[in-house]
């Protein structure tokens, strides 16, 4: 989860003054944010996926305050009409690649160096949540100064746009920029194989950007001067791109600009953004407090709904503009817990009377585990994921294995077919503890079944290994004898002939005329793969097939 | 004096006519004829009992050299030189007779000459008189190597003297500082070796069914055990201590009556993820964060009332009040193969299986889950989850507060507390913390909420709440085992799973 850094002295400027540590401490983990640091240099906070509008100090500090009680309710946001030329004309070419974009101007700020560090923070935390990486949302900052409006926004062959990218000497062209430059090779994923690339270019004709890679390094620069910026998020989705643009010139006007409001042309439909009106939602009193388990009255609802930043008349909220994450009301009953404070509420059992009950097949396998517990077998608790050595090589077999498309550790690529693999690499990795070994494992293994809902069948097994200079056919088939005739089975044993076994030392269980079973000693060359020293014994049931024999 | 006598061991009883003050472990063993390590055994048994005290020091001690040990054998040089010279003889045949080299013949020569033993005439070498006397009279230097190894402050003057004289000669002995073991009596073990002398002890080691069977004990004593003393390990089988804790927060559950769930480790994306209203396009359905099949890399989904209830409600709501998440759903991305990332899955089944007349109804599930992560002390790619639902009509935030609460304490925290958290699937989402008195912080284990109408409303029909909660099991775990690696739950370390502890809640 992303988490945002804010200077101290920035922080405390924004909250008005300089509030006590553990007071905020408190607050802050209350709000519904993850306090990492809170020191007199800075503060770092985590912010929870549902509130990228928190991803700014300015919209962290602004939760804070109505939650803390220092202002209330909704703030409400002033946009300048836009003159006539501040215009974006999307044309119909960029259509294909990158349809919509919505813009803003914000004006009179003053930038320093800790001002811009914090832009490019709320861009980039943007970028990487809300805009999933860039391909949800590309959001652009430009100098105004630089720009000659009106703006558009086209779609063009990449090879044909030339300009100089972002902190780069020379022009490229789109494909140059997406096969050369870091920020191009990066995101070269979300264009590629296009036939155009989305530009916006200006009235002078001069390229701002190629969205969602990069700015132009003329044109797309804020420095200390700027005191204007153009600010643009292109994407699939209009709803998302004007949210995400709300909160960033949301952020902007509380760093002290203006909003002006952008003129878009598209070929079919005129509008203009940002739209900083608050939506509005309806509100079932009755069901936030059932929801809740409260009886707050419609005073309490207005002061707890003023508390989180919105605004209450009674039947409807208004919703703050910058707001993404309000769907359904039960996402207001979230804001109104929070701001009841979840430590005031009282935690109760209700009297609901239910019966609990184990699962059968989990009954069954904990007393499979009892029986072998009392023949002094130790369990142990294996991975389901494995590799092919482990599991074919190393036993001489070729079984068919389900893969993984992408482990991010390649000694786990397979899922286990069967398990006497996993307990044998438990042995290989404790020669130098005290024989005799006698452990079991329970565990479901993989194998592929077209009838099933995933194509996969799961089975229950156990695997039972018995390791000491003595280890035998005999002392084995013991154990699985009173294993076998514990449950009121009785079973058959057919000579076999298995890879992993020693040749002449290996049987196939079944009972009913199921076979459920492979029992025999560990072929010596299996214990050399796994590098055990002293004979091994085995045996593996199908606890699954078993089950179903004993309910019939 | 009796008893300590009848509890003596085989090995004990034989050691013990040989034991006097400040006698030498090597000595014991020369004259018991029993092994160095029986002794010693033998010895620390007694110890322990009170009959004698071992005493290490570290001392001069004489021992043989590699020459030395040939001499024990075969006879000093000078010795074997004078036997065969019984007239006069050159030194070549002397050589001959006695197959000595011509350094022990030079060696010899000197010796015997100071001894007037021989004349030297040339090449030629006659004994004198004094020969027939010294050899008769044995040379001391040979009584004196078998004696050998003793301690240097234990010879006597003659023999330290004796001593220095080899110690210039080539390997015959060495003097080195050596960690000797002696035995000191105790006023006891002097009683009990007098007493041994005079008692007759016929004592039952080993009580055999031939014995029984010919009543042979009767009368007789048993020889009388050490039941203080250490004995080696033995391991019994038991379950894998994260098992215990899984059987035990099992009970938990049933005692609050709550039914157990299971179900596959391998689901489709459409019950791991659409169920649970998360966003095709959520992070965590991320490669880097799931684990995907490559083959078979789909399934099927299920009943199609369901599949469009769950395709509505990401779009637009669906039958809720929601507004969706405004995209168009694909099915082909929710037929995606993954192993499962949470045992919530298994809710979203459950819920969807239910029926009116079944409320109020709870379930819980444990088992494995699974994370696309490389491994390291804090993160394992199969870990155990917990999974708590609670679907009853009349249910609120308070009550899963209150279950919350209620498990926590069962499982032995007494102290509890809730923030904020977030969740896709749960509003309100909570987190819950409990107090380890122990290490004195507070130790997260509750991920909690009310599942979201968009999440029951396609799988149930209706608009209930569903408290949902899952404590994660590893921490409280490692909180209980101390154990600070992640890696060590499922490590099978044999040595750790047999002698760690019990879970004893």
Not at chain 2, 112 to 136: C, F, M, N
Request: with cysteine.
């Amino acid at each position: 989860m992303p988490t945002i850094t804010i200077d101290r002295k920035e922080f405390d400027k924004l909250m008005g003054k300089r509030y006590p540590d553990e007071l905020l401490k408190d607050r802050i983990s209350m709000l519904g944010t993850d306090l990492e640091k809170l020191d007199s240099r800075e503060i770092m906070v985590e912010i929870f996926p549902n509130r990228p509008d928190m991803l700014s100090a300015q919209g962290f500090v602004r939760a804070l305050k109505t939650f803390m009680g220092i202002e209330k309710g909704l703030k409400e946001y002033v946009v300048k009409n836009p003159p006539i030329d501040f215009k974006v004309m999307i044309e119909k070419s960029v259509h294909m690649v990158r349809p919509y974009t919505a813009c803003a101007i914000v004006r009179g700020l003053k930038f320093d160096d800790q001002k811009i560090k914090e832009v490019i923070q709320i861009q980039e935390k943007l970028h990487t949540t809300f805009g999933r990486n860039r391909e949800k949302v590309a959001i652009g900052i430009y100098p105004f100064e630089k720009i000659t409006l009106p703006i558009r926004f086209v779609g063009s062959k990449p090879e044909d746009v030339r300009f100089v990218p972002l902190e780069w000497e020379r022009e490229m062209n789109g494909l140059q920029i997406l096969s050369q430059h870091p920020a191009g090779r990066d995101y070269a994923h979300l264009l590629e194989g296009k036939s155009v690339f989305p530009f916006f270019i200006d009235a002078a004709n001069e390229v701002l950007s190629m969205p969602p890679i990069i700015n132009s390094e003329r044109t797309g620069k804020i420095i200390e001067k700027t005191k204007d910026v153009f600010i643009e998020c292109s994407g699939f989705d209009m709803n998302t791109l004007n949210i995400c643009l709300n909160m960033i010139v949301t952020a902007l006007a509380d760093m002290g600009g203006t909003i002006y409001a952008m003129k878009l042309e598209y070929p079919d439909e005129k509008t203009t953004t940002p739209d900083l009106r608050p939506k509005r939602m309806k509100v079932d009193l009755n069901y936030i407090n059932k929801w809740l388990g409260l009886d707050l009255k419609m005073k309490d609802f207005k002061r707890l709904f003023e508390k989180m930043g919105y605004s209450f008349d009674g039947k409807e909220v208004k919703i703050p503009p910058y707001r993404s994450d309000i769907m359904h009301p039960v996402d207001l009953a979230e804001d109104i817990a929070i701001a009841y404070g979840y430590e005031n509420f009282d935690a109760e059992i209700p009297n609901v009377s239910t019966i609990g009950e184990e699962d059968p097949f989990e009954v069954f396998k904990k007393k499979i585990a009892d029986l072998m517990i009392g023949l002094g077998f130790l369990e142990t608790v294996t991975y389901h994921l494995t590799n092919r050595g482990d599991m074919n090589k190393n036993m001489l077999t070729e079984m068919d294995c389900i893969e993984l498309m992408n482990p991010a550790n390649i000694e786990y690529d397979i899922l286990r077919s069967w398990m006497i693999p996993s307990i044998m690499k438990v042995l290989s990795e404790n020669t130098r503890h005290d024989y005799p070994q006698k452990i079991f494992d329970i565990g479901s293994v993989f194998k592929k079944n077209p009838k099933r809902e995933t194509g996969v069948e799961e089975f229950v097994r156990i695997a039972c290994v018995s390791c000491h200079k003595d280890a035998n056919y005999t002392e084995i088939r013991q154990y699985l004898d009173y294993l076998l005739s514990s449950l009121g089975l009785e079973h058959k044993i057919v000579k076999t002939e298995h890879p992993s076994f020693i040749p002449g030392r290996a049987g196939r269980v079944s009972v009913n005329g199921k076979k459920i079973a492979y029992i025999g000693e560990i072929h010596p060359k299996v214990l050399d793969n796994f590098g055990i020293e002293q004979p091994v014994c085995a045996f593996e049931v199908n606890l699954s097939d078993m089950l179903e024999i004993l309910k019939k | 004096m009796q008893k300590l006598l009848e509890t003596l061991s085989p090995v004990e009883r034989n050691v013990l006519p040989f034991l006097k003050d400040g006698i030498e472990l090597k000595e014991i063993t020369k004259l018991s004829k029993k092994k160095d390590v029986e002794v010693m055994r033998a010895l620390q048994w007694l110890e322990n009992k009170g009959v004698v005290k071992i005493k290490s020091s570290l001392r001069d001690v004489v021992k043989l050299g590699e020459n030395g040990r040939i001499y024990e054998k075969k006879g000093l040089p000078e010795k074997r030189f004078l036997e065969v010279l019984d007239g006069k003889m050159d030194l070549e045949s002397i050589k001959r007779a006695t197959n000595l080299d011509n350094n022990e013949v030079r060696i010899s020569l000197g010796l015997l000459k100071s001894r007037y033993a021989i004349t030297i005439l040339g090449d030629d070498v006659e004994p004198t008189s004094e020969r027939e006397g010294i050899l008769r009279k044995g040379f001391p230097e040979e009584k004196f190597l078998k004696k050998l190894p003793a301690p240097f402050e234990d010879l006597s003057d003659e023999e330290k003297n004796l001593a220095g004289k080899l110690l210039k000669r080539k390997d015959i002995i060495i003097k080195e500082s050596a960690k000797l073991k002696h035995v000191k009596l105790t006023e006891t073990g002097k009683k009990l070796i007098r007493k041994s002398k005079f008692s007759k002890l016929d004592l039952i080691e080993k009580l055999t069914p031939k014995m029984l069977k010919e009543r042979k004990w009767v009368g007789k004593k048993f020889r009388r055990y050490d039941v203080e003393i250490n004995v080696p390990k033995v391991y019994g089988g038991r379950r894998h201590f994260v098992n215990q804790v899984v059987e035990y927060a099992k009970r938990v559950w049933l005692e609050l009556g709550f039914k157990e769930m299971t179900g596959p480790l391998l689901e489709t994306s459409f019950w791991n993820f659409d169920a649970l209203f998360t966003a095709q396009d959520h992070p965590v359905r991320d490669l880097q964060d799931t684990f995907y099949i490559k083959n078979p890399r789909t399934g099927k989904l299920p009943d199609q009332r369901i599949v469009k209830a769950v395709k509505a409600v990401h779009e637009n709501g669906g039958s809720t009040e929601s507004k969706g998440w405004q995209y168009r759903w694909d099915s082909e991305s929710a037929r995606s193969n993954v192993m499962r990332t949470h045992t919530t899955c298994l809710s979203a089944r459950t819920i969807a299986q239910l029926k009116k007349d079944d409320l109020p109804a709870k379930y819980f599930a444990i088992g494995r889950c699974f994370r696309n992560e490389t491994m390291d002390w804090s993160h394992l790619f199969e870990f155990n989850q917990f999974e708590g639902i609670v679907v009853d009509p009349d249910a609120n935030f308070k009550h899963l507060l209150g279950y919350l609460k209620n498990f926590a304490n069962k499982i032995g925290f007494t102290k509890v507390r809730f923030r904020p958290a977030h969740f896709p699937y749960t509003e309100p989402s909570v987190e819950g913390e409990v107090y380890d008195p122990v290490h004195k912080q507070w130790i997260e284990v509750f991920a909690a909420g009310i599942f979201r109408p968009e999440v029951v409303v396609p799988l149930l029909g209706e608009d209930i709440p569903v408290l949902a909660w899952g404590p994660g099991l590893d921490r409280m775990i490692l909180s209980y085992y101390k154990i600070t690696d992640l890696r060590e739950l499922y490590k099978n370390d044999l040595k750790l799973l047999r002698e760690i502890k019990m879970w004893l809640r």
